[in-house]
């Protein structure tokens, strides 16, 4: 199993990036995926999930300004990120569980690699 994220860079601030999480050896839609991103020094914090259920969850901090989806047939999840801010510079990452407790990364058993986003100013 294995999750293999990618997509990130180097966008100025109210820039968009399209994240990537593509999965081989699970399949998306049947487990819940979420993207969660670890700002410098600090803890790893949530960011988005899409269930089983195809229900969606943001963090208030992107609400509004990101997107998560999935491509089952290219059993692929995506984060689109628009209104990017200094502050969502992270390195982000995608990871899967079948825990219902999906707001926490402790909870998530298989993860990408991370792709790291920088938005400058």
């Known amino acids: 199993v294995q999750l293999q994220a990618s997509g990130g860079g180097l966008v100025q601030v109210g820039g968009s990036l399209r994240l990537s999480c593509a999965a081989s050896?699970?399949?998306?839609?049947?487990?819940?995926m979420g993207w969660f991103r670890q700002l410098p020094g600090k803890e790893r914090e949530f960011v988005a999930v899409?269930?089983?259920?195809?229900?969606?969850a943001y963090a208030d901090s992107v609400k509004g300004r990101f997107t998560i989806s999935r491509d089952r047939a290219k059993n692929t999840v995506y984060l689109q990120m628009t209104g990017l801010r200094p502050e969502d510079t992270a390195v982000f990452y995608c990871?899967?569980?079948?825990?219902?407790?999906?707001?926490?990364?402790?909870?998530?058993?298989?993860w990408g690699q991370g792709t790291l986003v920088t938005v400058s100013s």
């Open positions: 990871a899967s569980t079948r825990s219902v407790a999906v707001y926490q990364d402790a909870n998530y058993d298989v």
């Open positions: 050896g699970r399949s998306v839609s049947q487990y819940n």
């Open positions: 899409i269930r089983m259920s195809g229900s969606i």
